[in-house]
């Protein structure tokens, strides 16, 4: 569901860009929003699952989620009733807030739960391999956010065209909370962090999210973040400003090519660590998005248009690998370490309006310098988690 989420912004921002002339930093703010919740709203989050248990942080997150949503449809009924379309932009972006929070809420609470329920030395094959299924909803939204935006209609029409699918998605998440309500999962409390590894067993719990694992990952998980949501802000904008594809063309190719990829590369990366270790993986994956971000920037046509593809193929792990990996440095702490690696998810605010100012004020292209140096750093990060291999 989040995935679907964030993945419809990524063809939502063209057509917002489109629909109310904005140019690519003011287009930002879409994602921008969405993002930010996530700095704003992780640590309230943290404290809802410590109140109220993994459960608890779920079932908020879906309700935010939901509401948020449905919330479109009135919005955007009033914009077409009252023709001033530019006036509800903002009104967009708010509510993109709320789904935000909402996002946060279920990050904050699913991804730990996964890792922690179950082995330790098999969790970050079992996170990737449960974010494969997130994957799916990679593929859905710019398909989905596809056929609704780009169909051709014009005037204050296309407003409406944003209510449908959110309205949709809205209803089948308040659906799914309610039967989450009634469902019955396992809780699982702090005392699987006794079981330390080598180097966590010299750490006071009290200074744990101060292990270098720890705090390293918190940084290569920004950097990442960031690099997703800007190379996903501006692959349409990329492909019909360095092509004669439509919008509408290039959002299949987002959906199913890009995205398509992504899902492919998860599972993969879940199979290659049951046989190579996590760094190792992660490494080769950065180094791949990192060759594939610098033709993106130095070349054009068919080259620079595959290259994206290396990139959703290699970045697809980075996520769950790290933040697992991240967690191995927080002894005891789980809860409240995955609140502050949620927090990281701002960096999907940061990237694309600094992309859209460097596209404003340069070339699209040149734009693509953020997310390699993301990637390089990624890279860095995960060579350097080789002097630690005996606990990874």
Known sequence: MWGFAHAVLEV?????????????????????????AYFLMAIPAGKIIQRWGYRGGVLTGLVLYGVGALLFLPICLWGVKANNPVAIYPAFVGLLFVIGCGLTCLET?????????GEKSSAEQRINLAQSLNGLGWICGPFVGGLFFFGGETGTGDIATVATPYAVVGIFVLLVALGFKFSKLPEVDEDYDEEVGEYESSTPKSSSLMNPVYIMGVVALFLYVAAQTGVNSNFVAYFTEYSSISRGEASLWLSFGGMGL???????????????????????YAIGATLGSLVIITCRGIVSMTAFFLVYLCESIMFPTIFSLALRGAVGQTKRASSYLIMTIVGGAVAPLLMGCIADSSTL????????????????????????VEIM
Not at 17 to 30: D, E, I, P
Not at 262 to 280: D, E
């Open 12 to 36: 939502l921002n063209p057509h917002l860009k489109n629909l109310f002339g904005l140019n690519h930093a003011n287009a930002s703010w879409v994602q921008v929003a969405t993002y930010a």
């Open 109 to 117: 609470s699913a991804n730990p739960y996964v890792t922690v329920l």
């Open 262 to 284: 992504f899902f492919v590369g998860r599972l993969c990366g879940s199979w290659l660590m049951g046989h190579v270790k996590a760094w190792k993986v992660l490494l080769i």
């Open 365 to 388: 292209a040149l734009a693509f310098m953020i997310p390699l140096l993301c990637y390089v750093v990624i890279a860095a990060y995960a060579a350097s988690l080789k002097r630690r």
